[in-house]
């Protein structure tokens, strides 16, 4: 299923809201200052040695009573969608667009938009969009890349953006739950968590959880154009240690240093993490901002939610490939290829590319085509956006030749990718496309433990009030 919700303007008290968040919450400085996990909220548990329940997945969970022991007295109270908008909008939300102040002459081309989002990714690549799980479901939010200004929000008749994007931009995929918690096990391992030993509030019906979601393979074949034609550089074949499929361009002037494929494959893997981290990190300070609490973590196996192992969990119910055998390394086996039509990630062989030459057709098209960044004519996507560049240095831009793939480098793409699936069945190698494994759980705190267990000071004002002043 995709459902998308309708837009519709802010109502008064939305735009009062809209209002005090861009206008009159505490600054950076004082955020940092009392900036930190804040793990239980209304309606959780922790070490109370009572059996609950868990309403999505119909486990039974237990955790032994302990020197923490508490049981929130209220119910969970979810998120009004006054808050949700504001955490995803603070992870990855529009907000003008990017500068794109790098040489010409010094990989121009890498980029395929330049759209603008909150948080900042490699090579601007757009390869990473937000899931949210809550009760109603689980969606994506993609505001896409349409943008009206250099600087999208410079005012309060600009605050209702917000709104608008989350209405406009998530996309429901699941209408449930997914059916994952802390007593998710493998059939024969009872004492393996899945989901952390720590995390007995996973999923828990009430909250909202923020879970970037990357396709990891955009960026590592859009940059392999660029690190070929303007790096100089090529891959090596690990078992090997000769050219992968490239030989024929290895010399001065086209391709000529050499990295191994693990080496570069890791690089990406790691590269592409970062947007995570600084996304996450924005919905702490928009949580903190608000007085919701949060927590964030890792310790969970993505592959299993995303529902690569239906035999455990159906989870989110991606559709996924079969185990590749000639994986290299098992961390290469699983692909998943997420949700068809909303997002999906990138690997050759797919539906989408089943070879070396669609794949670099579509990296190639995606900056160069009519509408794109790089269009040589009057559909190109700064001059219709009028920005970010005035539009003689747009056209002087996309006529230097310096902005141009080389011919043989889109040659030497496509070889690298069919050797790699001739020998190692996917390229990728080593490593899933889809990666979601760093995210927030957001929700309206119980004072009554930190109360309880500790001296009440890291307690702000602005969560002891946020009832009042944002309900």
Same mark, same amino acid.
């Given at each position: 299923?995709?459902?998308?919700?309708a837009a519709?303007a802010?109502t008064a008290?939305?735009?009062?809201?809209?209002?005090?968040?861009?206008?009159?919450t505490r600054?950076?400085?004082s955020?940092?200052s009392t900036l930190?996990?804040?793990?239980?909220?209304?309606?959780?548990?922790?070490?109370?040695g009572a059996?609950?329940t868990h309403?999505?997945?119909g486990?039974s969970l237990?955790?032994?009573k302990?020197p923490?022991?508490?049981?929130s007295?209220?119910?969970?109270?979810?998120?009004?969608?006054?808050?949700?908008?504001?955490?995803a909008?603070?992870?990855?939300?529009?907000?003008g667009m990017v500068?794109?102040?790098n040489?010409?002459q010094?990989g121009?081309?890498?980029?395929?938009?330049?759209?603008?989002?909150?948080?900042?990714a490699p090579?601007?690549s757009?390869?990473?969009?937000?899931?949210i799980?809550k009760?109603?479901?689980v969606?994506? !939010?993609?505001p896409?890349d349409?943008?009206e &200004?250099?600087?999208?929000? =410079?005012g309060?008749?600009?605050y /209702? %953006?917000?709104?608008?994007w989350?209405?406009?931009?998530?996309?429901?995929?699941l209408?449930h739950r997914?059916d994952i918690?802390?007593?998710?096990?493998?059939?024969?391992?009872?004492?393996a968590?899945?989901f952390?030993?720590?995390?007995y509030n996973i999923?828990r019906p009430g909250t909202?959880?923020f879970l970037p979601?990357?396709d990891?393979g955009?960026l590592?074949?859009?940059?392999m154009l660029?690190?070929?034609?303007?790096?100089?550089? !090529?891959y090596?074949d690990d078992?090997?240690? &000769?050219?992968?499929?490239v =030989?024929k361009?290895?010399?001065e /002037? %086209?391709?000529?240093f050499?990295?191994?494929i693990?080496?570069?494959?890791?690089?990406?893997?790691?590269v592409?993490?970062?947007?995570?981290?600084?996304?996450?990190?924005?919905?702490?300070?928009a949580?903190e901002?608000?007085g919701?609490g949060?927590w964030?973590?890792?310790?969970?196996?993505?592959?299993?939610?995303?529902?690569a192992f239906?035999d455990?969990?159906?989870g989110l119910?991606?559709?996924?490939?079969p185990?590749n055998?000639?994986?290299?390394?098992?961390?290469?086996?699983?692909?998943?290829r997420?949700?068809?039509?909303v997002?999906?990630?990138?690997?050759v062989?797919?539906?989408r590319?089943?070879?070396?030459?669609?794949?670099?057709?579509?990296m190639?098209?995606d900056?160069?085509?009519p509408?794109?960044?790089?269009?040589?004519g009057d559909d190109?996507?700064?001059?219709?956006?009028k920005?970010?560049?005035?539009?003689?240095?747009?056209?002087?831009?996309?006529n230097?030749?310096?902005?141009q793939?080389?011919?043989?480098?889109?040659?030497?793409?496509?070889?690298?990718v069919?050797?790699?699936?001739?020998?190692?069945?996917?390229?990728p190698?080593?490593?899933?496309?889809?990666q979601?494994n760093?995210?927030a759980?957001?929700h309206h705190v119980?004072?009554?433990?930190?109360d309880k267990y500790?001296d009440?000071s890291?307690?702000t004002?602005?969560?002891?009030?946020?009832?009042?002043?944002w309900?």
């Amino acid at each position: 299923m995709a459902v998308t919700h309708a837009a519709s303007a802010p109502t008064a008290e939305e735009q009062r809201q809209l209002k005090a968040f861009f206008e009159h919450t505490r600054t950076l400085p004082s955020l940092l200052s009392t900036l930190r996990s804040r793990r239980v909220a209304r309606g959780y548990h922790i070490e109370s040695g009572a059996q609950e329940t868990h309403a999505a997945t119909g486990h039974s969970l237990h955790q032994p009573k302990g020197p923490l022991a508490f049981a929130s007295e209220h119910d969970v109270e979810p998120l009004i969608e006054f808050e949700e908008p504001i955490v995803a909008w603070s992870a990855l939300g529009p907000n003008g667009m990017v500068h794109w102040d790098n040489a010409t002459q010094g990989g121009f081309h890498e980029l395929s938009t330049i759209a603008g989002r909150t948080a900042a990714a490699p090579g601007n690549s757009f390869a990473h969009e937000l899931l949210i799980i809550k009760d109603s479901g689980v969606y994506i !939010y993609a505001p896409g890349d349409e943008r009206e &200004k250099m600087v999208e929000i =410079e005012g309060e008749a600009d605050y /209702g %953006k917000v709104l608008r994007w989350y209405r406009e931009g998530c996309t429901q995929i699941l209408d449930h739950r997914p059916d994952i918690d802390w007593m998710t096990r493998v059939p024969g391992c009872p004492n393996a968590s899945l989901f952390g030993p720590y995390q007995y509030n996973i999923n828990r019906p009430g909250t909202t959880w923020f879970l970037p979601i990357c396709d990891v393979g955009w960026l590592y074949f859009s940059a392999m154009l660029n690190l070929f034609d303007a790096w100089h550089l !090529y891959y090596v074949d690990d078992a090997t240690q &000769k050219p992968a499929g490239v =030989e024929k361009w290895v010399g001065e /002037g %086209k391709l000529e240093f050499p990295i191994a494929i693990s080496q570069v494959e890791q690089f990406f893997l790691q590269v592409e993490t970062y947007p995570p981290g600084s996304m996450v990190q924005n919905m702490r300070l928009a949580a903190e901002t608000l007085g919701l609490g949060n927590w964030i973590f890792c310790g969970f196996f993505d592959d299993l939610l995303m529902g690569a192992f239906p035999d455990v969990a159906k989870g989110l119910g991606m559709v996924t490939e079969p185990i590749n055998a000639k994986a290299m390394t098992a961390a290469g086996a699983v692909t998943v290829r997420g949700v068809p039509g909303v997002f999906e990630s990138t690997y050759v062989p797919s539906p989408r590319y089943p070879d070396g030459a669609a794949l670099c057709k579509a990296m190639v098209d995606d900056k160069y085509n009519p509408g794109r960044c790089l269009s040589k004519g009057d559909d190109n996507w700064m001059l219709r956006h009028k920005g970010p560049f005035k539009p003689d240095t747009v056209r002087e831009i996309v006529n230097h030749p310096a902005v141009q793939i080389s011919d043989w480098a889109k040659e030497a793409v496509v070889a690298y990718v069919d050797y790699c699936v001739e020998k190692y069945g996917r390229c990728p190698v080593t490593f899933n496309p889809m990666q979601c494994n760093f995210g927030a759980v957001v929700h309206h705190v119980d004072e009554a433990f930190y109360d309880k267990y500790y001296d009440g000071s890291s307690v702000t004002p602005t969560i002891r009030s946020h009832m009042r002043d944002w309900h």
